[in-house]
């Protein structure tokens, strides 16, 4: 074997033995010849006859989901976790506030149904009567929005005028601790005053006619009144109960959404109203710390 390459088993210069499990080695079946040398030909066609591969390709798909929803989740709706994240920190606020402004709304319409207001610019003097065995000059204002039937009422008048150069503004209530009557058997409810005149001011409400007696001669500037109708506090109790949701529609709604998301929803949404708790405060502080901001760089002030 002089002209040939040495074999390339082991240095003891015996061939490899067959597998011990009763198989035929690799090296036998490499040596197409059997002459115990497998040459570069042997060796390539062996590798060519091998064993091939066969099947599909496939690849390893990987979940989509996300830190927003667990993997595997399928979102309710048809919609990404994304989206019921940004409903749940956004959208959702948003609807509850509405509603929440909408309850606010009815109960303080409700609260005003029944009151009135009127006032009266043009007060004019009708005789005097005596208090107390003093007597009082009268001005009487028409209040044309005054009810049929009052059950409560307070009324102001002022004075503008120069009367010594005297400012008065006075006011008081149906309700008064102490009325007195007059010398022709009327009630008046004393009036609180402000201001340098000195002297008592009452007054009295016949219809839409309200009256001032006063001991100052000059004609008051301006009176006002405004109260309830009989009835309406019937309706106080609808208005403070729609108020409470209003007030409740918050908290009950946080809640309930979270629920709902971490058990039959998106848990998407759930973190979303969760974060809205820190978020929508955040934003709230953080424009109104802006418009400060705006404010003071502007030149503005308090």
Same mark, same amino acid.
């Given at each position: ?102 309850? *606010?709304?009815? !109960? %303080? =319409? ?8 009127? &006032?009266?610019?043009?007060? +004019?003097? /009708? @005789? ?85 007696? *006063?001991?100052? !001669? %000059? =004609? ?8 309830? &109708?009989?009835?309406?506090? +019937?309706? /106080? @109790? ?65």
């Amino acid at each position: 074997m002089d002209d040939q390459e040495d074999p390339w088993w082991d240095d003891d210069g015996e061939a490899p033995t067959e597998d011990p499990d009763g198989g035929e080695d690799l090296f036998s079946k490499l040596d197409a010849d059997g002459d115990g040398v497998v040459t570069i030909e042997e060796f390539e066609q062996g590798m060519a006859e091998g064993p091939t591969l066969t099947g599909e390709v496939s690849t390893i798909t990987m979940d989509d989901g996300s830190v927003l929803g667990a993997p595997g989740e399928e979102s309710p709706g048809g919609l990404s976790d994304s989206m019921w994240f940004v409903i749940g920190l956004i959208g959702a606020p948003i609807a509850l506030g509405v509603l929440s402004l909408i309850l *606010t709304v009815i !109960s %303080d =319409s409700l609260y005003e149904d029944g009151w009135f207001y009127d &006032e009266d610019s043009f007060l +004019s003097a /009708e @005789g005097t009567v005596q208090l107390s065995g003093e007597d009082y000059t009268v001005f009487q204002a028409d209040f044309d929005g005054v009810p049929d039937d009052v059950d409560w009422y307070q009324m102001g008048v002022q004075w503008y005028g120069d009367y010594a150069g005297d400012h008065a503004d006075c006011w008081g209530e149906s309700e008064s601790v102490m009325p007195i009557v007059s010398d022709d058997g009327r009630g008046w409810n004393s009036m609180e005053c402000w201001g340098e005149s000195d002297g008592d001011v009452y007054m009295r409400l016949d219809g839409s006619t309200g009256s001032f007696a *006063t001991k100052r !001669s %000059d =004609s008051p500037d301006w009176a006002n009144i405004d109260g309830e &109708e009989a009835g309406a506090s +019937s309706g /106080e @109790g609808i208005a403070m109960a729609i108020a409470f949701l209003g007030a409740a529609v918050w908290p009950v709604g946080l809640v309930a959404g979270m629920v709902w998301g971490f058990t039959k929803g998106s848990s998407s949404f759930a973190y979303g109203m969760l974060a809205s708790i820190v978020v929508v405060p955040l934003v709230l502080f953080g424009l109104c710390v802006i418009m400060l901001v705006v404010m003071v760089g502007s030149g503005g002030g308090f």
